[in-house]
């Protein structure tokens, strides 16, 4: 896997069940399958359509959360960053690891709009 980076949306330390209502991202800089990097940043307030150029900008190439609308949902995808909806809401650092070896499960969008 080359480089990449992951993004994940925090509710008290744990990924957040409801995307765009985050008060913080965990961003994971990946390389070759290995965390190098790992920064919490605050978004910008919350209006439709912020959050996807805001983590594009960041670089973002994934984004793992429980729950996202669909429009975010299509922004991202324009925007060449591939989304995972369903998670579960463990530690990032969890989830992170779970992806790069592809162990990580997901359900539903817990997004219903």
Same mark, same amino acid.
């Given at each position: &896997?080359?480089? &990449?980076?992951?993004? +994940?949306?925090? !509710?008290?330390?744990? #990924? !957040?069940?409801?995307?765009?209502?985050?008060?913080?991202?965990? +961003?994971?800089?990946?390389?070759?399958?290995?965390?190098?990097?790992?920064?919490?940043?605050?978004?910008?307030? *919350?209006?439709? =359509?912020? #959050?996807?150029?805001?983590?594009?900008? #960041?670089?973002?190439?994934? +984004?793992?959360?429980?729950? &996202?609308?669909?429009?975010? #949902?299509?922004?991202? &995808?324009?925007? =060449?960053?591939?989304?995972?909806? =369903? !998670?579960?809401?463990?530690?990032?650092?969890? +989830?992170?690891?779970?992806?790069?070896?592809?162990?990580?499960?997901?359900?539903?969008?817990?997004?219903? *709009?």
């Amino acid at each position: &896997m080359k480089h &990449m980076k992951i993004a +994940i949306p925090l !509710a008290e330390g744990k #990924l !957040a069940m409801h995307f765009g209502h985050s008060k913080e991202f965990a +961003i994971f800089e990946v390389d070759d399958s290995e965390v190098k990097n790992k920064q919490c940043h605050e978004p910008p307030p *919350h209006e439709p =359509g912020i #959050l996807p150029k805001w983590l594009s900008d #960041l670089g973002v190439s994934v +984004i793992i959360t429980g729950g &996202m609308g669909g429009r975010a #949902l299509h922004l991202f &995808m324009q925007n =060449g960053i591939k989304v995972m909806t =369903g !998670a579960a809401s463990l530690p990032p650092e969890e +989830i992170v690891s779970q992806y790069l070896s592809n162990t990580l499960r997901t359900g539903e969008n817990a997004c219903e *709009h």
